[in-house]
């Protein structure tokens, strides 16, 4: 069974910094894609960044590009994503998710998600 | 990048009816279009991928249909437990971006 499981949220102050991640299992993780989506209280489902299976390839949302930076490690099958500079606008919960088989930007499992709160 | 336009925002149907919600690209996108489930408080679920294509699991009472810049997803007889919002995603080309949702309400 795929698992997905995020942790690493939290208050931050605007500014600041945060490294979240997300634990995988039930599948060969360093096979994958792995893709985090985002979404603000009450609004949509916004991609914020993608990285390929080796971690060779990142993508970034233009909101984000500059102060997120995505990272995987595959010999502890976790991902991470930093984030710096935060914004009250970056308060979302931040889901991670894992990519379709042979398509990269496809998500087929979705994580539980974990709470950024950017607020003074 | 490839605006997704969902109609409509909201819909309210009756338990045992069917339901069919539009999706269209800004572009043409092959059939590189998801369709997820949110329930209030839960992850999203993916329920269609490849525009038809039913994810391991999900019942056949949801169909997906479309190629190129339009797209469906339809409900058939619809439970309790189908009221919720749905998201369509285009896995084109990055951005990836999502459609702006349409809650399904009880009628």
């Known amino acids: 069974e795929v698992q997905l499981v995020e942790s690493g949220g939290g208050l931050v102050e605007p500014g600041g910094s945060l490294r979240l991640s997300c634990a995988a299992s039930g599948f060969p993780f360093s096979n994958y894609a792995m893709t985090w989506v985002r979404q603000a209280p009450g609004k949509g489902l916004e991609w914020v960044s993608t990285i390929s299976s080796s971690g060779g390839s990142t993508y970034y949302a233009d909101s984000v590009k500059g102060r997120f930076t995505i990272s995987r490690d595959n010999s502890k099958n976790t991902l991470f994503l930093l984030i710096n500079s935060l914004r009250v606008e970056d308060t979302a919960l931040f889901y991670c998710?894992?990519?379709?088989?042979?398509?990269?930007?496809?998500?087929?499992?979705w994580g539980q998600g974990t709470l950024v709160t950017v607020s003074s | 990048d490839i605006q997704m336009t969902q109609s409509p925002s909201s819909l309210s149907a009756s338990v045992g009816d069917r339901v069919t919600i539009t999706c269209r690209a800004s572009?043409?996108?092959?059939?590189?279009l998801a369709w997820f489930q949110q329930k209030p408080g839960k992850a999203p679920k993916s329920l269609i991928y490849a525009a038809s294509s039913l994810q391991s699991g999900v019942p056949s009472k949801f169909s997906g249909s479309g190629s190129g810049t339009d797209f469906t997803l339809t409900i058939s007889s619809l439970q309790p437990e189908d009221f919720a919002t749905y998201y369509c995603q285009q896995y084109s080309t990055y951005p990836i971006t999502f459609g702006q949702g349409t809650r399904l309400e009880i009628k």
């Open positions: 998710a894992k990519s379709l088989v042979g398509a990269t930007r496809g998500i087929d499992y």
């Open positions: 572009q043409g996108i092959s059939n590189y």
